[in-house]
């Protein structure tokens, strides 16, 4: 997808934008992740079925086991699912959750891992 022009593709952009940014906030306001944990989350570190999430700890590589709520599970897995329709990969352990969703051509990488800054600018915004 390296354009969109047809009501399909922006209202499916729109929508996974709500979904991705509304699960974003509720992984920092729920569970206190940063925004550099947040980013860094791969697909393999996420277990909707399991409620569970292996963020990276703070300034560390290490991981730990961090269990979801009920409403950040239901976000994850919502975006997981637009996640899905707009890569079109098979969600690989090592690929990232939160992706950009930016398809301009000025913009080097579409579909790429969301940027710290970016996931920033998602969940201090005030709604």
């Known amino acids: 997808m390296t354009g ?3 009501g399909i593709d922006a209202t ?3 929508d996974a934008a709500k979904a991705r940014d509304r ?3 509720l992984l920092h306001e729920g569970l206190g992740l940063t925004e550099a ?3 860094s989350l791969n697909v393999g570190d996420v277990h909707v079925e399991r409620w569970t999430i292996t963020p990276r700890r703070p300034r560390s590589k290490a991981r ?8 950040s599970a239901r976000a ?6 637009f996640r899905g329709l707009l890569k079109q990969g ?7 959750v939160f992706i950009s969703l930016h398809w301009s051509a000025a913009y ?3 579909l790429g891992r969301l940027s710290v800054r970016a996931c920033y600018n998602v969940v201090s915004a005030v709604d």
């Open 64 to 71: 730990t086991v961090a269990e979801l709520d009920k409403a």
């Open 37 to 39: 944990q947040i980013v």
């Open 4 to 6: 969109y022009s047809s």
């Open 76 to 81: 994850l897995g919502k975006w997981l699912t």
């Open 90 to 96: 098979d969600g690989h352990a090592g690929e990232p």
């Open 108 to 110: 080097r990488r579409p």
């Open 23 to 25: 699960a974003m906030r």
């Open 12 to 14: 499916l952009r729109r």
